[in-house]
């Protein structure tokens, strides 16, 4: 695998651990982090303030189907499953478009959809 699928790989990871620590590691200080549909982060602050949501409880179950790379940039495809605050499952599948600046992500796009 590249340098930068497996940074991706470690960031993904993290958020399997909710380990915060590693989540940001990946990161530059200015990163930008743009839920299409949702809204947009700017920073390391707002990022790690919205790895964990308030709405779920635990951790997720993320499942990368597959990592493309071209140039800069690495897109990840795959699906999770999250364990609701109120009770019950949030399915869901994504695609993440992870964005370079050297070895560490600088943007992040995230377009993720709701099953059920």
């Known amino acids: 695998m590249s340098p930068r699928k497996d940074v991706v790989q470690s960031y993904i990871d993290g ?14 200080d200015d990163v930008v982090w743009v839920l299409h549909g949702y809204k947009t982060l700017a920073g390391k602050d707002a990022f790690d303030q919205e790895i964990q949501n308030d709405a779920f409880v635990g951790r997720p179950k993320l499942t990368i189907d597959r990592l493309v790379e071209e140039g800069d940039t690495v ?3 795959g699906s999770g499953q999250a364990a609701r605050r109120d009770g019950g499952t949030l399915d869901f599948v994504f695609s993440d478009a992870f964005t370079f600046s050297g070895d560490k992500i600088s943007r992040l796009e995230t377009y993720q959809v709701n099953l059920g």
Request: hydrophobic letters at 45%.
């Open 75 to 77: 897109v990840a495809l």
């Open 15 to 28: 958020f399997r651990r909710t380990d915060h620590e590693l989540i940001l590691s990946c990161l530059t």
